[in-house]
């Protein structure tokens, strides 16, 4: 995104403020519907039932014809104009006929599943996803020290903290939830989540989840908690072996030839957090911009 920057002027400082007032010129021109929530810029919004709520809400807009669950996408073709998109359902093998397919499958399935008609698509079982687990651990507030910031009746005031490797703690950082947004912990608790693992900690992968719970509940007693307040209540432990897609030397060369090859196949979009950056944001603003182009696509295709 810095290096995006110089698009816009002839440094960063100047580049930022060409964009600032480009963003503004955007809002002005297409303002928000009035029936969404307000909300002020660089504001944390989430969803009181996770971030599930969005796929959620689609599928019972667009409905179960329209929508459909445990398929999972095997191979694809050309059929002429069309494109032939084969899945594993509960019911047995299917085919869809379709004017557009847009993929967003992680790079170890698009990989598989594209090669064929994108050859550019089989590097992408290259850019490396390291494992990282996820740990939501609660914890009563008398248990916390005296942190930077707190206040009475509130010892976590704050989006979280992160840590560096040389503090020697394993975990990766812990987002307060409960200081975050309301209603995630009940009265005399707070909410922690907590990442650990990534590339420079590969090791997590052979762990068993009790492990993985043990470590991150010493590193939140190391810089939270009291050292004599007993273990959190755990929560929820989740485990990805394959997470976040990194960004390594040759990224941008993969995407350069798969956009190229892609091109090559009309009504074909591939797309993913390895393609526009893995933020929620990012991801959703992909999906609009993508939708775009399929619409597109579709008033001209025969």
């Given at each position: 995104?810095?290096?995006?920057?110089?698009?816009?002027?002839?440094g960063?400082?100047?580049?930022?403020?060409?964009?600032?007032?480009?963003?503004?010129?955007?809002?002005?021109?297409?303002?928000?519907?009035?029936?969404?929530?307000t909300?002020?810029?660089?504001?944390?919004?989430?969803?009181?039932?996770?971030?599930?709520?969005?796929?959620?809400?689609v599928?019972?807009?667009?409905?179960?014809?329209?929508?459909?669950?445990?398929?999972?996408?095997?191979?694809?073709?050309?059929?002429?104009?069309?494109?032939l998109?084969?899945?594993?359902?509960?019911?047995?093998?299917?085919?869809?006929?379709?004017?557009?397919?847009?993929?967003?499958?992680?790079?170890?399935?698009?990989?598989?599943?594209?090669?064929?008609?994108?050859?550019?698509?089989?590097?992408?079982?290259?850019?490396?996803?390291p494992?990282?687990?996820?740990?939501?651990?609660?914890?009563?507030?008398?248990?916390?020290?005296?942190?930077?910031?707190?206040?009475?009746?509130?010892?976590?005031?704050g989006?979280?903290?992160?840590?560096?490797?040389?503090?020697?703690?394993?975990?990766?950082?812990?987002?307060?939830?409960?200081s975050?947004?309301?209603?995630?912990?009940?009265?005399?608790?707070?909410?922690?989540?907590?990442?650990?693992?990534?590339?420079?900690?590969?090791?997590?992968?052979?762990?068993?989840?009790?492990?993985?719970?043990k470590?991150?509940?010493?590193?939140?007693?190391?810089?939270?908690?009291?050292?004599?307040a007993?273990?959190?209540?755990?929560?929820?432990c989740?485990?990805?072996q394959?997470?976040?897609?990194?960004?390594?030397?040759?990224?941008?060369?993969?995407?350069?030839?798969?956009?190229?090859?892609?091109?090559?196949?009309?009504?074909?979009?591939?797309?993913?957090?390895?393609?526009?950056?893995?933020?929620?944001?990012?991801?959703?603003?992909?999906?609009?911009?993508?939708?775009?182009?399929?619409?597109?696509?579709?008033?001209?295709?025969?």
């Open positions: 995104r810095l290096e995006g920057l110089g698009d816009f002027g002839p960063l400082v100047s580049g930022a403020i060409n964009r600032f007032k480009e963003l503004a010129k955007e809002k002005k021109d297409n303002p928000a519907d009035p029936a969404w929530r909300y002020k810029g660089g504001q944390l919004g989430s969803f009181r039932k996770g971030l599930q709520t969005l796929p959620n809400a599928a019972k807009e667009l409905g179960p014809d329209r929508v459909k669950t445990s398929w999972s996408l095997t191979k694809l073709a050309r059929d002429g104009s069309h494109l998109a084969t899945f594993d359902t509960p019911e047995g093998p299917k085919t869809v006929r379709a004017k557009t397919v847009s993929v967003t499958a992680p790079t170890r399935v698009a990989a598989k599943v594209c090669a064929d008609l994108v050859p550019a698509a089989a590097a992408l079982e290259k850019i490396y996803a494992p990282v687990a996820s740990v939501t651990m609660a914890y009563r507030r008398e248990c916390f020290k005296e942190l930077p910031g707190a206040q009475p009746g509130k010892p976590l005031v989006f979280g903290h992160l840590l560096p490797r040389r503090m020697g703690v394993r975990s990766l950082g812990t987002i307060w939830s409960s975050l947004f309301p209603n995630r912990a009940p009265e005399g608790w707070e909410l922690l989540l907590t990442y650990i693992g990534g590339a420079r900690d590969r090791g997590i992968a052979e762990m068993t989840e009790e492990e993985i719970v470590q991150v509940d010493a590193d939140n007693h190391k810089i939270l908690l009291k050292p004599n007993p273990m959190g209540k755990l929560l929820g989740r485990v990805w394959t997470a976040i897609p990194q960004y390594c030397r040759g990224h941008l060369d993969i995407l350069a030839a798969l956009e190229k090859d892609e091109a090559k196949v009309p009504g074909l979009y591939l797309g993913g957090n390895y393609r526009t950056g893995v933020a929620f944001g990012d991801c959703v603003q992909f999906g609009f911009d993508e939708a775009k182009k399929m619409a597109t696509y579709l008033a001209t295709a025969k």
